[in-house]
């Protein structure tokens, strides 16, 4: 991950140094200049626009006492997509506005849905002290013991916290 990481800050404005020649020497620079300025402002309203429309999804969900699953992770997703936007550089840009797209966050969203629920499935979250190959087969077992307990009889072997009387 380090490595990706460190790549991605080598790459990227390389890559962006390239766009910016080749589209210069095309367009020229000061249309260049008018390009990146205009596409952070459509950008800023782009966020703007979708992140309100965002937030008041999550208000009705919440008022349905419904976590905001989808909204939270729109709502992250249009933060990266102003971050990107707000970065000179039109390869950004077009990260950003894919983000702004509601179906690619969809796809993006099912794909990481899908990448953790293989995770949880591979026996990464089992704690292999305390389980046995019982418990690896059906992800909804819940180990532990029980007392019977009955109401219409005094339990005086029960074990009460000190201080406490029946």
Do not use: H
């Not at 309203?45 to 979708?50: D, E, G, V």
């Not at 990448?115 to 046995?132: H, K, P």
């Amino acid at each position: 991950m380090a490595l990706f990481i460190t790549l991605a800050f080598i790459l990227i404005p390389v890559i962006e140094i390239a766009v910016f020649i080749q589209l210069g020497g095309e367009i020229g620079l000061w249309n260049t200049f008018i390009l990146i300025v205009l596409t952070a402002f459509a950008g800023t309203w782009l966020l703007r626009s979708q992140g309100l429309a965002t937030l008041q999804r999550a208000q009705l969900s919440l008022e349905q006492q419904i976590f905001p699953m989808t909204e939270v992770f729109d709502g992250l997703c249009l933060i990266v997509a102003g971050v990107l936007l707000l970065t000179p550089g039109f390869v950004t840009d077009a990260a950003g506005f894919l983000l702004f797209l509601p179906f690619i966050r969809t796809l993006l969203r099912a794909w990481i849905w899908t990448i953790l629920a293989r995770t949880q499935n591979s026996g990464a979250w089992v704690n292999e002290d305390y389980a046995d190959s019982s418990s690896r087969s059906s992800p909804n077992t819940i180990d532990g013991s029980f007392r019977e307990v009955n109401p219409n009889k005094k339990n005086d072997d029960r074990k009460l916290p000190p201080g406490r009387n029946s």
